[in-house]
């Protein structure tokens, strides 16, 4: 199963990004996926869930309002819209499958993780 996250960069403070997930080796269609970040100096932290269907959304309260977790089971790809962007949402940002159907903010549900995309928010 590899995961192939693409679409960070650098923003302004304010603005908008999308990140994208694809998986491959793996039909995502049965299990709920997650975006974690990573921040230099800081332990991995969850971001959002998605159940399989995507009906079920969770949000960590940082990023509440602000980002939007969605997918495309056709095209075994989920997505990560970012708006009003903040400096500390600069990470490593971190795609990964679950073990299960539902939502979790669990690191120890993930089974396989992508290699993260970078975004960088200039202040």
């Known amino acids: 199963v590899q995961l192939q996250a693409s679409g960070g960069g650098l923003v302004q403070a304010g603005g908008s990004l999308r990140v994208s997930c694809l998986a491959s080796g793996r039909t995502i269609s049965r299990y709920g996926m997650g975006w974690f970040r990573q921040a230099p100096g800081k332990e991995r932290e969850f971001v959002a869930a998605?159940?399989?269907?995507?009906?079920?959304?969770y949000y960590a309260d940082s990023v509440k309002g602000r980002f939007t977790i969605s997918r495309d089971n056709a095209k075994n790809t989920v997505y990560l819209q970012m708006n009003s962007l903040k400096a500390e949402d600069t990470a490593v940002y971190y795609c990964a499958t679950s073990r299960i159907a539902g939502v979790s903010s669990r690191t120890n549900d993930y089974d396989y993780w992508g290699q993260g995309t970078q975004v960088t928010v200039s202040s």
């Open positions: 998605i159940g399989w269907s995507g009906s079920t959304t």
